[in-house]
């Protein structure tokens, strides 16, 4: 029988303010249930999102984090899908594939534990996490809360993967690589020839730019209100990279959407023929929409925006063959999916390396690899800091 863990975390305490390094207790896992060390963890826009205070769903105080990667230590009762020692990637969207999303084809939203991890608790309404020092318990976070030595989560909510994999890079598939790949191949299955809008080049968007190159897009127009993202774009997509600064590349007083119709028009008719909004701005959301093609344009959202924002267009936008469409983990079913990516990775065929631009060492980072994500100058893809 496991016994609990003191170990050190990063607890968010409320919106707007750092994280703090604590000493934490991590009670055994109660049935069905896996305690991880976690080795590696990134740091994703949403896990700034939520310290910011715009996420409806935040409770305090809280473990943030939700892309990481580490090794069973101990399993619950009843749990058979993993054994102590494996190697896991946390998945913030479970696998349970029992429930009727699971099995209905159609999504990789597995719902089962949807509202329990919406509310910050493990699947029996309760915490694993609390204070070292005065008992208070500690809130989990998108069901994975990385930011700790030490981690619990539901059987259902890990990817058992190769060994060999460096859990450093393969953490980074737990959330951003994995959406922006998966908003292309499995939402808007892109094909060979077609022309793209990516709208924020980040690590989802330039992962976005890595799988329109892999799929033979004709025209891959990024637009970053950083120049220094140029060379990533070009670096991730190649010769059919065009990169715009919507604040510099303009002419004044048009949009964004008058401007990529124009500079797709042929035959009288212009618009890309997928965009992708991944900054989590509804203006952004509404231009990326509005720069489709007429009859076949789709636009994915994968960006995330403030609770109470709202998006809008003009009805005829959608009546005259545009669609509106999201995308969350990329449509991607991790238990099942996620170790085929690994495996590419090892291959040599799938991209990880060159999204980690920062490295860190020790829970005490957790703080600097926060800020470098703040931080447009430093160019920040994915800080990887090492527990
Ligand atoms: P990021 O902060 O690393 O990148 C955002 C990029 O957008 C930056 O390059 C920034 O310069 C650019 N940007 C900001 N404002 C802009 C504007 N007005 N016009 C053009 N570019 C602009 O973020 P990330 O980690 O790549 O995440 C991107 C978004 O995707 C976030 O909203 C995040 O919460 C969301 N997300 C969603 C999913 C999902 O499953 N749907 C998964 C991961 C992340
Ligand atoms: N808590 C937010 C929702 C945030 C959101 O949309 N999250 C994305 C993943 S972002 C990963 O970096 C997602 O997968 N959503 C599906 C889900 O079930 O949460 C809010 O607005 O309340
Ligand atoms: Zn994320």
């Keep these: 029988m496991a016994l609990p863990i003191t170990c050190k975390a990063a607890?968010?305490?409320?919106?707007?303010?750092?994280?703090?390094?604590?000493?934490?207790?991590?009670?055994?896992?109660?049935?069905?249930?896996?305690?991880?060390?976690?080795n590696s963890t990134a740091v994703c826009h949403t896990d700034l999102y939520t310290l910011s205070g715009q996420d409806g769903e935040a409770v305090w105080p809280c473990i943030l984090g939700?892309?990481?990667?580490?090794?069973?230590?101990?399993?619950?009762?009843?749990?058979?899908?993993?054994?102590?020692?494996?190697?896991v990637i946390l998945l913030?969207?479970?696998?349970?594939?029992?429930?009727?999303?699971?099995?209905?084809?159609?999504?990789?939203?597995?719902?089962?534990?949807?509202?329990?991890?919406?509310?910050?608790?493990?699947?029996?309404?309760?915490?694993?996490?609390?204070?070292?020092?005065?008992?208070?318990?500690v809130f989990h976070f998108m069901g994975c809360s990385s930011f700790s030595e030490y981690t619990v989560v539901a059987d259902i909510s890990l990817?058992?993967?190769?060994?060999?994999?460096?859990?450093?890079k393969i953490c980074l598939l737990?959330?951003?690589?994995?959406?922006?790949?998966?908003?292309?191949?499995?939402?808007?299955?892109?094909?060979?020839?077609?022309?793209?809008?990516?709208?924020?080049?980040?690590?989802v968007g330039l992962a976005v730019v890595a799988a329109l190159k892999s799929v033979g897009a004709k025209r891959i127009i990024c637009i970053d209100t950083n120049l220094a993202k140029k060379p990533l774009a070009e670096f991730f997509g190649g010769s059919a990279v065009e990169f715009i600064n919507p604040k510099t590349d303009i002419p004044e007083g048009k949009s964004i959407q008058a401007h990529l119709v124009e500079i797709?028009?042929?035959?009288?008719?212009?618009?890309?023929?997928?965009?992708?909004?991944?900054?989590?701005?509804?203006?952004l959301m509404r231009a990326a929409l509005e720069s489709c093609h007429k009859g076949w344009g789709k636009s994915i959202?994968?960006?995330?925006?403030?609770?109470?924002?709202?998006?809008?267009?003009?009805?005829?936008?959608?009546v005259t063959g545009r669609s509106w469409m999201g995308s969350a983990f990329g449509g991607v079913k991790g238990r099942t999916e996620?170790?085929?990516?690994?495996?590419?990775?090892?291959?040599?065929?799938?991209?990880?390396?060159?999204?980690?631009?920062?490295?860190?060492?020790?829970?005490?980072?957790?703080t600097d690899a926060i800020h470098v994500m703040h931080d447009a100058a430093a160019g920040a893809l994915r800080p990887v800091i090492t527990l």
């Design 11 to 38: 607890i968010a305490f409320g919106p707007n303010q750092d994280v703090v390094i604590e000493e934490i207790i991590v009670a055994a896992p109660k049935a069905n249930e896996v305690r991880v060390k976690v």
């Design 66 to 87: 939700h892309e990481g990667a580490g090794v069973v230590e101990s399993i619950g009762e009843g749990v058979t899908s993993c054994n102590v020692g494996d190697h």
């Design 92 to 137: 913030y969207i479970p696998e349970c594939r029992n429930c009727k999303f699971c099995k209905s084809g159609k999504t990789n939203l597995c719902s089962v534990i949807r509202v329990t991890q919406g509310r910050g608790q493990m699947p029996d309404g309760t915490s694993r996490f609390s204070l070292k020092r005065d008992g208070t318990p």
């Design 159 to 168: 990817a058992v993967v190769n060994k060999s994999a460096p859990l450093g």
């Design 174 to 203: 737990g959330c951003g690589v994995t959406t922006g790949y998966g908003a292309v191949v499995n939402t808007a299955k892109v094909e060979n020839g077609a022309i793209a809008a990516v709208f924020g080049l980040g690590a």
């Design 264 to 283: 797709t028009t042929e035959d009288g008719a212009g618009g890309v023929d997928y965009s992708f909004e991944c900054v989590g701005n509804v203006n």
């Design 301 to 318: 959202i994968i960006g995330v925006a403030a609770a109470g924002q709202e998006i809008s267009t003009r009805p005829f936008q959608l």
């Design 338 to 366: 996620l170790p085929g990516y690994v495996d590419r990775y090892l291959q040599g065929t799938f991209e990880l390396d060159k999204f980690v631009t920062h490295t860190y060492s020790g829970v005490d980072k957790i």
